[in-house]
């Protein structure tokens, strides 16, 4: 599976974007599918993650009640919509496939990753 994330952009704090992660390959049904983010300086880390069910998802604390991450495994895309933006939220983010893993938050237990979208949130 190949993974193209498009949708970043710059926005003021409280409003919102719609990530898109589109993936080329028959393997992307068979995968979970995850959102991380790096800002500079720091670690890439794990943002949300969905099966690739579609029935099962989790994100990490700080975005909850504000992201939201879905697929269509019929278009074989991933998206996450983020609402209430926060400065904080400013990063590089990717998408990325996981095979062997389920719903599982360690970027080292993925095994494609897209080419990153930048998010730049203003205060």
């Known amino acids: 599976v190949q993974l193209q994330a498009s949708g970043g952009g710059l926005v003021q704090a409280g409003g919102s974007l719609r990530l898109s992660c589109a993936a080329s390959?028959?393997?992307?049904?068979?995968?979970?599918m995850g959102w991380f983010r790096q800002a500079p300086g720091k670690e890439r880390e794990f943002v949300a993650i969905?099966?690739?069910?579609?029935?099962?998802?989790k994100c990490v604390d700080s975005v909850k009640g504000r992201f939201t991450i879905s697929r269509d495994n019929a278009k074989n895309t991933v998206d996450l919509q983020m609402n209430s933006l926060k400065p904080e939220d400013t990063a590089v983010y990717y998408c990325?496939?996981?095979?062997?893993?389920?719903?599982?938050?360690?970027?080292?237990?993925?095994?494609?990753w897209g080419q990153g979208t930048q998010v730049t949130v203003s205060s």
């Open positions: 390959g028959r393997s992307f049904s068979d995968a979970d």
């Open positions: 969905i099966s690739e069910s579609g029935s099962s998802s």
């Open positions: 990325a496939a996981s095979i062997r893993y389920s719903l599982n938050t360690d970027p080292r237990k993925y095994d494609v």
